[in-house]
């Protein structure tokens, strides 16, 4: 190897280094998932609420009611399409070992929602109806299905935004909700 | 005459075609105005590479309604803008806040810049200045002599 020819193999491995480096970059960013915006909400009191029950519009249920308990709150709308698929896993979860589910009916017909629940099941504890979707805004809510884990001071720890699987339930939502009992 | 009928028949259609004007899509031309403007440098999140402005998604169209409302009230642009800031995250904006984790969105353009100039600058100099391999004893005495006597050519 001459001595002319070193500052020239340190160039092309700079710019080979730039390269895979640059490639390392667009691959990460190729696999993040940008529909997945981090909700500012997280670690902050859930906002408040006042809606009409769906099953029956002349009583109200308030956030508030939910202090000192670990929940989930859903929302969800009989004109959601991957609501179909998260919902036997609700119903599964909620039968078969009791997670308190509530869920928000956001933007839907009230007819429309109870006819749902009763083709496929009622996993919630109560749901509320949302007709305008104004708590659903104060929520963040922008893609539905959407769950949030609520701690016992009533503040959002974990949102998870489309549908919920068995294995997150298993992996993820569960092990958060025996921690945060035990708070 | 049957020729004249029928383009009476069609200015008269034609007539009914443009009778009937779009309503106005909000009371005050003022706050909608004003909206547009705001919901212009918002990103709708239901279809990320729209504006709250011009999205057709239903979230767009409440939220473009919260923003009337808001202004109705008297809110100013920077409490509306907080307002979805707290709700949604600074993803909203689409020119994003100058902060820690932003930084390098920020100035990396400008970094990169300096860099590549930085690199372009030393080539440049070394490529224009750059005196060949130094030269070692016995060469530089060759060289003063062949400088010393220039007609008399040294041969090899």
Not at chain 1, 28 to 38: C, I, K, M, T
Not at chain 1, 160 to 182: A, F, N, T, Y
Not at chain 2, 44 to 52: A, H, R, Y
Not at chain 2, 103 to 130: H, T
């Amino acid at each position: 190897m001459s001595a002319a020819s070193l500052p020239r193999m340190r160039t092309t491995w700079i710019v080979v280094g730039a390269f895979v480096a640059l490639v390392i970059v667009l691959a990460v960013g190729l696999r993040l998932n940008p529909s997945e915006v981090p909700s500012p909400l997280i670690g902050k009191p859930a906002p408040q609420f006042e809606l009409p029950v769906l099953q029956d519009p002349h009583k109200s249920f308030s956030g508030k009611e939910m202090l000192g308990k670990v929940w989930l709150l859903n929302v969800w709308a009989s004109w959601c399409v991957s609501c179909r698929d998260e919902h036997p896993v609700l119903v599964e979860y909620a039968k078969d070992r009791g997670v308190p589910i509530y869920g928000l009916d956001y933007k839907d017909k009230r007819a429309d929602a109870l006819q749902w629940l009763r083709d496929f099941g009622d996993p919630y504890r109560l749901s509320v109806s949302d007709a305008d979707g104004r708590v659903g805004i104060n929520f963040g809510v922008y893609g539905v299905p959407e769950t949030y884990l609520i701690d016992k001071r009533g503040i959002i720890r974990y949102k998870r935004i489309g549908p919920v699987s068995s294995e997150l339930m298993e992996r993820k939502i569960l092990p958060m909700m025996r921690e945060l009992e035990r708070e | 005459m049957s020729r004249l009928l029928v383009l009476l028949a069609m200015l008269l259609v034609s007539a009914v075609a443009w009778a009937k004007e779009a309503p106005p899509a909000a009371a005050d031309p003022a706050i909608e105005a004003r909206m547009l403007a705001l919901a212009s440098q918002l990103r709708c999140l239901v279809c990320q590479n729209e504006s709250l402005a011009a999205s057709n998604a239903d979230l767009a169209a409440d939220l473009r309604e919260e923003i009337r409302e808001m202004m109705r009230q008297g809110k100013s642009d920077k409490q509306i803008v907080a307002f979805l800031v707290a709700r949604y995250g600074d993803f909203v904006l689409y020119k994003p806040p100058l902060m820690a984790s932003t930084v390098l969105l920020w100035f990396g353009p400008l970094l990169l810049l300096l860099a590549g100039g930085y690199a372009l600058f030393r080539r440049i100099r070394r490529r224009s200045g750059a005196p060949g391999p130094e030269l070692s004893a016995a060469e530089r005495a060759r060289a003063a002599r062949l400088l010393e006597s220039p007609g008399d050519p040294e041969t090899p």
